[in-house]
DNA sequence: TAGGCCATCTGGTCCT
DNA sequence: AGGACCAGATGGCCTA
């Protein structure tokens, strides 16, 4: 799998060669493989003013194609790293996590909701007022470990997780 | 092989 | 106008 780890320019064409099989990205592809440099001499030759008309015209469509292309690249770039940002922060909350082995793999859906099952799990020690047992072991934060659904969203049933979701 | 997960691209929308 | 954010689409990888 692409870690995705695409700061250059460089980086991103290969990104960008390595991925685009899809038609919406094949036709990026077209729009990118422009080169103001085909254009030969002859194509340049015209017979007068008209022609030359023509010629920038179609010059000012390329050039206006270059600057949507480029400003896309730029833009699926700044996505790139802020999907980045993102994953780091899953990451960071997956260590945070307490009961987790460092080397489990855990999917950003069960890291959310580990950690909200760990919060609620804090909020309920501080209700309890029992501080003194807190680092006691809860049974249903080990891993792989049984959540009792308490949100909004997943509140129907106890969801079991597994590592395999990872 | 199907399904889950992820990274990436893309276009739309909102905000500064 | 440009950047951030978002959701949908797509393809690759991995596992049961």
Same mark, same amino acid.
């Given at each position: 799998?692409?870690?995705?780890?695409?700061?250059?320019?460089?980086?991103?064409?290969?990104?960008?060669? !390595?991925?685009?099989?899809?038609?919406?990205?094949?036709?990026?592809? #077209?729009?990118?493989?422009?080169?103001?440099?085909?254009?030969?001499?002859?194509?340049?030759?015209?017979?007068?003013?008209?022609?030359?008309?023509?010629?920038? !015209?179609?010059?000012? #469509?390329?050039?206006? !194609?270059?600057?949507?292309?480029?400003?896309?690249?730029?833009?699926?770039?700044?996505?790139?790293?802020?999907?980045?940002?993102?994953?780091?922060?899953?990451?960071?909350? #997956?260590?945070?996590?307490? $009961?987790?082995?460092?080397?489990?793999?855990?999917? #950003?859906?069960?890291?959310?909701?580990?950690?909200?099952?760990?919060?609620?799990?804090?909020?309920?020690?501080?209700?309890?007022?029992?501080?003194?047992?807190?680092?006691?072991?809860?049974?249903?934060?080990? $891993?792989?470990?049984?959540?009792?659904?308490?949100?909004?969203?997943?509140?129907?049933?106890?969801?079991?997780?597994?590592?395999?979701?990872?």
């Amino acid at each position: 799998m692409s870690t995705g780890s695409a700061a250059s320019d460089a980086e991103d064409d290969e990104t960008c060669h !390595r991925r685009t099989t899809s038609p919406l990205q094949s036709t990026a592809r #077209k729009i990118t493989c422009y080169n103001p440099s085909r254009y030969s001499d002859e194509d340049l030759e015209d017979d007068g003013a008209e022609g030359r008309n023509k010629q920038e !015209r179609r010059l000012s #469509k390329a050039h206006q !194609r270059e600057a949507r292309q480029s400003q896309r690249n730029a833009a699926n770039a700044r996505e790139r790293a802020r999907m980045r940002v993102l994953s780091k922060a899953f990451s960071r909350l #997956k260590t945070s996590l307490p $009961w987790v082995p460092a080397d489990t793999k855990l999917s #950003k859906l069960d890291t959310l909701r580990l950690a909200s099952s760990y919060i609620s799990h804090l909020r309920q020690l501080l209700q309890d007022d029992r501080f003194e047992s807190s680092f006691a072991h809860p049974v249903n934060l080990t $891993w792989p470990f049984m959540m009792t659904g308490r949100s909004e969203d997943d509140i129907s049933s106890t969801v079991r997780l597994c590592g395999a979701t990872a």
